[in-house]
């Protein structure tokens, strides 16, 4: 299997990922013990696990991506992604298993005032901090992706746009409904698969080239 293939499985279990992340994750009042059992639950490592691995696969697709032939896009876009998913794991990783721990706890002693430790720890400053300067790094770096296939003619023009979109929207996407926030799981679904798709094709020889004015 060549660069390209590998490039394009990443990039689509990168986005299908993010998908379950967002489909699997337990939705409930996070103030109350319906929310403590959520983050107890089974469901809600595997979902946070999910995005984790997520954010790790669309990062080596972009390096893949950078690698393959015609595309140019440049190291800076990639490092920024990267240093952006570097920043945004150890919150992941304390909202999988540190979230876990006091959800567990709270439903152990049916007291929902545990919970008040969750927001301890979203909204500390150096995590918050942490977490909202990786997430402008990814969205710039998936940006400058973007515009960067755009611009090399590999692939379509509007390739890079759905996973752009996707990364921009990150922020956003936290304080939407449950059913907005497996739609931005599905964006960037499908901004991964997109991209993979041009490349897979890249990869046997069956992309067409561009035509002027597409």
Do not use: K
């Amino acid at each position: 299997m060549n660069r390209a293939r590998l490039t394009a499985l990443s990039l689509a279990a990168g986005g299908v990922l993010f998908l379950l992340y967002q489909a699997v994750r337990p939705y409930a009042d996070e103030t109350a013990l319906e929310g403590a059992a959520a983050m107890a639950s089974p469901a809600w490592v595997a979902a946070h696990l999910s995005a984790v691995a997520g954010f790790v696969l669309i990062a080596s697709g972009l390096l893949g991506l950078h690698l393959a032939p015609g595309v140019r896009l440049g190291l800076p876009p990639v490092v920024t992604f990267w240093i952006g998913t570097g920043l945004v794991l150890p919150y992941y990783g304390a909202e999988t298993f540190g979230l876990q721990v006091i959800g567990a706890r709270a439903v152990h002693d049916r007291d929902a005032t545990l919970l008040e430790l969750v927001d301890q720890f979203r909204f500390a400053p150096v995590p918050a901090a942490m977490f909202l300067a990786g997430l402008v790094l990814l969205a710039a770096g998936a940006v400058a992706v973007a515009v960067r296939v755009r611009r090399s003619g590999a692939g379509r023009r509007w390739s890079g746009v759905p996973l752009a979109a996707g990364f921009v929207l990150f922020v956003p996407q936290f304080y939407g409904t449950p059913a907005m926030r497996v739609a931005h799981g599905a964006l960037l679904a499908a901004g991964g698969l997109w991209l993979a798709y041009d490349l897979w094709r890249a990869g046997d020889g069956t992309a067409p080239a561009r035509r002027a004015g597409a």
